[in-house]
C-alpha cells in the first residue's frame, strides 16, 4: 500500500513537473517607456500592450523583466517564451517568430542645446571625438555597422548616459528612442530645451513580439489577432498616446 502511494506521489510530482515546464513564459528588459520597473510593478507602453493583448485573448502568462544580457539569451534557450519589445532585424528574422509592430520608432543623437559645436551630418558624427552608448543592446551594434569607431560603451542604462551628458563628460549621447529621450527628461527633471537632437535618423525600426520558434502557432495567431483588435478599435494608438504625449 505505501508503496503505491509513493508511486502515485512520484508521478503526481512528474506531471505537476512537466505542466510546470510547459508554461508559457513572457519576459522583457528595463528599456522605457516601453518596459521599465514602477513601484515594484513592470510597467510602460509595450506593457500595457502586452497585458491589452493578453486580456483578449485569456492568457494569463508570467512577466518577468530580466537584465538586457539575459533577455534574448531566455528567449533562445528556453522553450515556450516570449518576449518584448524587440526590434525585428534581418539577423534575428529566422531565431524567432514574430507578431507586431506594436510600435514604430527613431533613434537619433542628442547634444546639449547650448553646444559650441553642433553637429548636423552623419559625416559630422563619424568624425566627433567621442559618442557615448550603452554597453549592450542593439543602439551598439547598429553604430558599429555603420561603422562608427568613435564609441564610448562605458554606461550600462539610460541614466547614466543624461548625466553623463549634463556633466559635461561626453559631447554626444546615443540610446534612446525620441519618446525614451522625452522619458527620462521627465524622470531626471530635464528642463525643456536643453538637450538638442541630432537631424540625422540612425536607426528607424518597429518593434515587435518575439515568440521562440516551438511556440504554438495557434497562440500566434490569437496573439496577432488581438493586436489587431488593439489597432481597429483605437487602443492601441491611446496606450502609445499616453507615454508619447502625457499630460503635464
Not at 542628442?110 to 559645436?117: H, K, S, W
Not at 537632437?197 to 521562440?212: G, M, R, T
Request: proline fraction near 5%; glycine fraction near 4%; hydrophobic fraction near 40%.
Amino acid at each position: 500500500m505505501n508503496h503505491s502511494i509513493r508511486i502515485a506521489a512520484l508521478l503526481c510530482l512528474l506531471l505537476c513537473t512537466q505542466a510546470q515546464a510547459e508554461q508559457y513564459q513572457v519576459v522583457t528588459e528595463e528599456w522605457a517607456p516601453y518596459n521599465y520597473l514602477q513601484n515594484k510593478q513592470i510597467a510602460g507602453m509595450a506593457s500595457e500592450i502586452v497585458r491589452a493583448i493578453m486580456a483578449l485573448t485569456g492568457d494569463d502568462f508570467e512577466i518577468l523583466l530580466l537584465p538586457s544580457m539575459r533577455t534574448t539569451r531566455t528567449l533562445q534557450t528556453r522553450p515556450k517564451t516570449i518576449m518584448y519589445s524587440l526590434f525585428r532585424t534581418t539577423a534575428r528574422e529566422p531565431l524567432y517568430q514574430w507578431v507586431g509592430p506594436i510600435v514604430e520608432e527613431s533613434i537619433h543623437a542628442y547634444q546639449l542645446a547650448n553646444t559650441p559645436t553642433p553637429v548636423n551630418s552623419l559625416a559630422q558624427l563619424l568624425r566627433a571625438p567621442k559618442i557615448t552608448t550603452r554597453q549592450a543592446g542593439l543602439v551598439p551594434e547598429v553604430l558599429q555597422a555603420k561603422g562608427f569607431n568613435n564609441l564610448d560603451k562605458s554606461t550600462n542604462t539610460s541614466q547614466q548616459l543624461y548625466r553623463m551628458l549634463l556633466a559635461g563628460r561626453t559631447d554626444i549621447i546615443v540610446g534612446d528612442t525620441d519618446a525614451g529621450v522625452a522619458y527620462y527628461s521627465r524622470q531626471l527633471h530635464i528642463a525643456p530645451g536643453t538637450l538638442r537632437k541630432v537631424p540625422i535618423e540612425l536607426y528607424h525600426a518597429a518593434l515587435y513580439i518575439a515568440f521562440s520558434r516551438d511556440c504554438d502557432a495557434k497562440l500566434l495567431a490569437r496573439w496577432a489577432d488581438a493586436l489587431e483588435q488593439l489597432r481597429h478599435s483605437g487602443e492601441l494608438k491611446r496606450i502609445q498616446n499616453k507615454y508619447e504625449h502625457p499630460a503635464e
